[in-house]
């Protein structure tokens, strides 16, 4: 009898084990499915979020385990144990920040198992990028640096088969279309994640959809395509079989015991993959076994696992049909790759999030509004770093270092419990904590590269973080002799207009060239300076003029000395100048524009005009009149707040609006229905400061020769004595008739069509009518009639919608006092030394006709908004008359074409990513020819690659699958739709011509001696 119990089991573990895979990576490590089962790929997985309820740290060395517990480094530690035991166990690890952070600290003997894994296929990686990031708040240009930096990480320290094949975007609350697109262009063959509205989510599985081809792109071809899945139980391990420490299910107990429970594991098991495969059109299915911060202990998981396949395999020999193995989401996409089905596409994206009838993760697009600002200034940062540290050749390791330093917090910043404002207060503090620092380590290589690039060879090239509150330490005392440098991480030359806080006075601007520049000096808002517990009243006004800078540009400033009864006058009473006193010095000096406050109701309308636009104000001093383009149109600018609901139904008791939910309770409350004006007539820049409440006011303000509108709000601290939660909002209302259709973009880049109470998919359940039509706003949303078109840019991400015909509305700041119960434990109430937090902001309106040019120029309004002039600050004195060298430039490039990114890529390589940013409705394909660029960058070699710039475009190699209503002859694959660019230093200059198509982003890699 004993005899017979051995054979059988050795049966099994031939029958178990009769997969296992040669020694290779990849597709070749893959177990093979079985014909006429259900192959059931086991996924052990651990999800690590790089900060929410605890630190990055803190998560990392499992510290504050009374919070949560979790500790990564201990789960890395257990998983490569366990792995190394049996070659059949796999195991996905995700994010490279945690990764390497273990990585760097093992031995040369762990290092060597770790690569071993990684060669053989049992450990692979999933996803790769710094951070699993959100797919709402963020900006393309951050995702796509975020993948460059985790990818490029596992390249170089693993080579190719660590570079992964499958997106994992399982937790992000929602999922946006350029992701999808992203990943398609970094040639990823499939993408997966857990949330989805619960709706659209029954009626996918119901119909049997949850797993689609995403169309991802309305601008590229079907190269932009990529198969996409819906978790069936979001990323856990089946109900019951969750064997990790942090669960209470019982483990697999198959020993000679009373407790024995084998057939009953294997039934509960077998019932749920029978289930589960009605809703899924293939025969193989994907079982995710893990879940936050899961394996620990990776003994006890993969014990259980392993008895788990054994025993569900066994019950073949009686006829099941059911076939278990580990296995990882890339080998899960290989078999049905293989099985050449057809699939449902989708063409739009997956939000808004919902979990219930009461429930839409539509705050998160809103929460943290300085967080997510300060993320922006990271990224801006980020990229001057980048191009002054090529520009300058600085090849050093500490300048590599340097920059890794920023490229790594800013990858941990577009984790979807940062840039969202989803952590607890503390973890935000510490995100605010490393971004600063980041910043401050790669200033040394701005620093470094502007002594080489400019004549101040000794120039302190100082950064001011706080600008947005007219705090600048070097300017805001004494700006004499100062020196401002302009970058410009644009391709092509620019305008703006620099502002920098400075004391009341006269101050002569010249360019480099000594010529003056004109200038104003304008008043800061009262209510700005009334902040005393932000910032110091230094400086209650700011110098204003114009800039042009090709890359870098100086401008120096020194103070006009003035008369003596000149300046005791200006002490006496600042910007409230008597007309008398204005016209016996006003043609002698420039001095502050004059100012005028004007009380609601005490006239009648109020015209503020340029050149370009006009704007009329009421006699309750609101704007309701805006002129630009040729174009008359009653516009209607106007704060309200959303009460935040506090979840009284039964039902739904804990649905308050919270970091994640917003919930309004009610209708808008409008705030102010008057506004105290302030006018200030510069030359160069006309404004008009409104105060509404003490805690809301803003300043509108328009340019000479800028062809929009600019509001720049405060917002803050907003009251809570009341003990309610506010949600502060403006809305645009217009007279245009856009039946209910608005378009908001996509990560900064494609817009997209929205309806209002409408999806692509599902019948929405609209019991929560605002929220639910609530959208997330990186960059700009727009309407339009018949003939006119409003749009809206913005500064950071926000929340939007389109309520109403003709009104736009975007979400500035959210105050809230209770908890929304999805796992944060803190009310989204933050404090700053004491008081409500404060943000200030701006918006940007444009008003033209409906024409492709009106939307080109909504797109070039966004690069400058997004990625403005960096301002360094030097002492002037400190010039010479040095030779300055030639950098590289890039006005050879077409207008619509940009340079996406120029960074160092190695000591001998640099990464240089080109991108057409208009649209196909906006313009056609463009071909011209980067010779010239390739010089400047000293090229003796380039070559493309995929958009993450770490596999070569022509080795791409990606899973074509085949939509419904075709009929699959072969497994496809796609490939590059052009010739990849691979040229040297000697071919001729038409080697280099390329062409680019709308919205389509090419990456190179040019060597360099």
């Known amino acids: 009898m004993k005899f017979g119990v051995w054979a059988l089991s050795s049966a099994l573990l031939v029958l178990s084990w009769s997969y296992h895979a040669e020694a290779a990576c990849g597709y070749k490590a893959c177990p093979a499915s079985k014909a006429n089962m259900i192959n059931v790929h086991l996924v052990p997985h651990s999800h690590d979020d790089t900060g929410w309820l605890k630190t990055v740290d803190q998560y990392y060395y499992g510290s504050r385990n009374g919070i949560q517990h979790a500790g990564v480094q201990y789960i890395l530690d257990s998983v490569i144990t366990e792995l190394l035991k049996d070659k059949s166990r796999r195991f996905i690890q995700v994010e490279s920040a945690f990764f390497f952070k273990w990585y760097n600290e093992q031995t040369a003997a762990v290092k060597k198992n770790v690569k071993t894994l990684v060669e053989e296929g049992r450990l692979e990686f999933t996803g790769g990028a710094w951070s699993m990031n959100d797919e709402a708040a963020v900006h393309y240009q951050s995702v796509i640096d975020q993948f460059t930096l985790g990818l490029k990480s596992l390249a170089d320290t693993f080579g190719s088969c660590a570079r992964p094949r499958i997106g ?96 009953a594991k294997v039934d509960d098991f077998l019932t749920y993959i029978n289930k589960m495969g009605t809703y899924y059109r293939a025969t193989d299915l994907l079982v995710p076994m893990g879940d936050d911060f899961n394996y620990e202990n990776a003994y006890v998981n993969y014990k259980n696992m392993d008895k788990l396949i054994k025993y569900v395999n066994q019950r073949q020999l009686q006829g099941g049909k059911v076939n278990v193995f580990y296995s ?106 490393m971004l600063t620092k980041a910043i401050n380590v790669a200033e040394t290589n701005t620093r470094d590269a502007l002594r080489k690039l400019t004549n101040l060879t000794n120039g302190e090239f100082v950064s001011c973080l706080q600008l947005n509150l007219s705090i600048c330490e070097v300017s805001q005392w004494s700006p004499n002799n100062l020196v401002v440098t302009v970058v410009n991480p644009l391709a092509h030359p620019s305008t703006q207009y620099v502002r920098i806080p400075v004391k009341n006075g006269t101050y002569i601007v010249t360019d480099a060239t000594g010529r003056q520049v004109k200038s104003d000096v304008v008043p800061v808002p009262k209510e700005l300076i009334d902040l005393t517990h932000l910032r110091p009243n230094a400086s209650q006004h700011e110098l204003v003029f114009s800039a042009y800078a090709d890359k870098i540009a100086n401008y120096y400033i020194k103070v006009q000395p003035q008369p003596r009864e000149f300046d005791e006058e200006i002490q006496r009473n600042e910007i409230k100048l008597p007309k008398r006193f204005l016209r016996q010095h006003l043609t002698k000096l420039e001095v502050a524009p004059a100012s005028e406050t004007i009380e609601p109701m005490a006239v009648g309308d109020v015209v503020v005009q340029n050149s370009q636009i006009k704007l009329t104000f009421n006699s309750n001093g609101i704007l309701y009149n805006v002129q630009m383009n040729g174009i008359s149109e009653d516009i209607t600018q106007q704060f309200f707040y959303y009460k935040g609901a506090y979840g009284n139904n039964a039902e ?25 004006l302030t006018i200030v007539n510069g030359s160069l820049v006309k404004e008009v400061h409104q105060r509404f409440t003490d805690w809301v006011s803003q300043v509108i303000r328009i340019y000479e020769g800028i062809n929009r509108v600019e509001f720049e709000w405060l917002v803050g601290p907003i009251p809570i004595q009341d003990n309610i939660g506010k949600e502060v909002i403006t809305r645009f209302t217009s007279n245009l008739k856009n039946s209910g ?178 649209n196909k409705n906006e313009t056609s394909s463009l071909t011209f020819n980067i010779r010239s660029i390739f010089d400047a960058l000293g090229g003796t070699e380039i070559r493309e690659t995929t958009l993450d710039g770490n596999l070569a475009l022509g080795s791409m190699n990606r899973f074509k699958f085949h939509p419904d209503g075709t009929v699959p002859k072969k497994v496809e694959y796609y490939k590059s739709k052009h010739t990849p660019l691979a040229a040297v230093q000697k071919d001729a200059v038409s080697k280099f011509q390329i062409t680019m198509d709308p919205m389509q982003i090419r990456t190179f890699i040019v060597k360099w001696k």
């Not at 990943?183 to 689609?212: H, I, P, S, V, W």
């Not at 520009?391 to 270092?401: D, I, K, S």
């Not at 739904?652 to 506004?675: C, D, M, V, W």
Request: include cysteine.
């Open 741 to 918: 259709v608005f378009y908001t973009d996509s990560n900064g880049r494609e817009m997209l069509r929205r309806v209002r109470n409408q999806r692509e998919y599902f019948k929405p359940n609209m019991t929560e009518s605002v929220s639910g039509n609530y959208y997330p706003i990186t960059s700009r949303i727009a309407l339009e009639s018949s003939t006119r078109r409003m749009a809206l840019l913005n500064d950071r991400a926000q929340g939007g919608s389109s309520l109403k015909d003709g009104a736009l509305e975007l979400m500035l700041h959210r105050r809230l006092l209770r908890d929304d119960a999805f796992g944060v434990g803190e009310a989204l109430n933050e404090t700053v030394n004491g008081k409500g937090l404060v943000a200030r902001g701006k918006v940007y309106l444009m008003l033209s006709t409906v024409s492709k040019i009106s939307t080109t120029n909504e797109r070039l309004a966004e690069r400058e908004i997004h990625l403005p002039f960096w301002k360094f600050f030097s002492n002037a004195t400190k010039a010479t008359n040095k030779v300055l060298p030639r950098i590289p430039t890039f006005t050879s490039l077409p207008i619509g074409i940009d340079v996406l990114t120029l960074e160092p890529y190695s000591t001998n390589e640099r990464l240089l990513r080109l991108e057409y940013f208009f």
């Open 328 to 433: 990882t989401p890339a080998c899960y996409l290989n078999a049905l790759h293989n099985d050449n089905k057809t699939w449902p596409t989708k063409t739009q994206d997956f939000f808004p999030y919902s979990t219930d009838w009461h429930t839409y993760w539509t705050g998160y697009y809103s929460s943290r509004p300085t967080q997510k600002r300060f993320e922006r200034d990271g990224n801006h940062f980020l990229q001057v770093a980048k191009q002054l540290t090529t520009m300058a050749n600085l090849t050093t390791t500490a300048a590599f270092a340097n920059l890794d330093t920023l490229r790594q917090a800013m990858g941990i910043m577009q984790h979807h419990d940062a840039v969202t404002g989803t952590e607890k207060q503390h973890v935000a503090q510490d995100y605010d904590r």
């Open 652 to 676: 739904f008791k804990n649905r308050s609006s919270g970091a994640y939910i917003f919930r309004p309770n009610g209708t808008e409350i409008l705030i102010g229905t008057k506004a105290n």
């Open 168 to 263: 994992w975007q399982i937790d992000p609350f929602g999922h946006s279309r350029e992701m999808a697109s992203l990943f398609a262009q970094m040639g990823y063959d499939g993408n997966f994640f857990a949330r989805m509205d619960y709706m659209e989510k029954n009626a996918r599985l119901n119909n049997m959809t949850g797993e689609m081809i995403w169309k991802a792109s309305e601008n590229l071809d079907e190269r932009s395509e990529i198969f996409t899945g819906v978790l069936y139980n979001h990323y856990s391990a089946p109900p019951g079989f969750c064997f990790d420490n942090l669960c209470s299910d019982d483990p697999i107990i198959d020993g000679d015991s009373y407790e024995n429970n084998v057939k």
